[in-house]
């Protein structure tokens, strides 16, 4: 037993001769409550209601879980699933999905987005999938899925300023770049 309690000890010293701070086991995390995805849900709705559009949303939380989804009557029958998957690849990869899908069509040429849709499940690289950014951590994402993809996005952009307000980023170029994970 005291072996057991030496080699941990040991270990320990090791690891915290390579680290300049020891690093936490647990740290705190902010996350997007339920009462916030379904704000999220309705400023778009009023949005795309706006716009004459007939959506779907569904907002995840920073590790993609569904936290909540809802369809405009006359959406598509593809929409709600097209939705989740844009808002998972939006927190997946921390940028906007239609942003993400130019840099994986500069890295691995025309087919780079076909080879990760089909190589990531549940990846989607059309436009209208928006990281909620808050202080430079991302929290979860917005994905509508039901006009065109900047239409989408522009839906999905709009509900997070209008619930989160100015101190939320969408994450990609137009927030100064890929937000820290």
Same mark, same amino acid.
């Given at each position: $037993? /005291?072996?057991?309690?030496?080699?941990?000890?040991?270990?320990?010293?090791?690891?915290?001769?390579? $680290?300049?701070?020891?690093?936490?086991?647990?740290?705190?995390? !902010?996350?997007?409550?339920?009462? @916030?995805?379904?704000?999220?849900? =309705?400023?778009?709705?009023?949005?795309?209601?706006?716009?004459?559009?007939?959506?779907?949303?569904?907002?995840?939380?920073?590790? #993609? /879980?569904?936290?909540?989804?809802?369809? $405009?009557?006359?959406?598509?029958? /593809? @929409?709600?699933?097209?939705?989740?998957?844009?808002?998972?690849? @939006?927190?997946?990869?921390?940028?906007?999905? *239609?942003?993400? =899908?130019? /840099?994986?069509?500069?890295?691995?040429?025309?087919?780079? !987005?076909?080879?990760?849709? @089909?190589?990531?499940?549940?990846?989607?690289?059309? %436009?209208? %999938?928006?990281?909620?950014?808050? *202080?430079?951590?991302?929290?979860?994402?917005?994905?509508?899925?039901?006009?065109?993809?900047?239409?989408?996005? !522009?839906?999905?952009?709009?509900?997070? =300023?209008?619930?989160? #307000?100015?101190?939320?980023?969408? %994450?990609? !170029?137009?927030?100064?770049? =890929?937000?820290?994970?």
């Amino acid at each position: $037993m /005291q072996e057991g309690a030496a080699a941990v000890g040991a270990a320990r010293a090791v690891s915290c001769s390579l $680290m300049t701070e020891p690093t936490p086991l647990v740290r705190p995390v !902010a996350r997007l409550t339920g009462a @916030a995805a379904l704000a999220l849900i =309705h400023a778009a709705e009023r949005d795309a209601a706006a716009r004459g559009l007939r959506v779907a949303i569904a907002v995840v939380g920073d590790t #993609g /879980q569904e936290i909540a989804t809802y369809c $405009m009557d006359g959406s598509g029958p /593809q @929409a709600a699933r097209v939705a989740r998957k844009k808002a998972y690849s @939006a927190v997946a990869y921390g940028m906007p999905t *239609d942003e993400f =899908h130019e /840099q994986t069509h500069e890295r691995f040429g025309p087919d780079g !987005a076909a080879m990760l849709t @089909a190589a990531v499940e549940g990846t989607m690289l059309l %436009g209208g %999938g928006v990281p909620v950014v808050v *202080d430079g951590s991302v929290l979860g994402a917005v994905g509508v899925s039901g006009g065109r993809g900047e239409q989408d996005r !522009a839906i999905a952009s709009a509900a997070i =300023h209008e619930v989160l #307000g100015a101190s939320a980023g969408a %994450g990609g !170029a137009s927030d100064g770049g =890929h937000p820290p994970r």
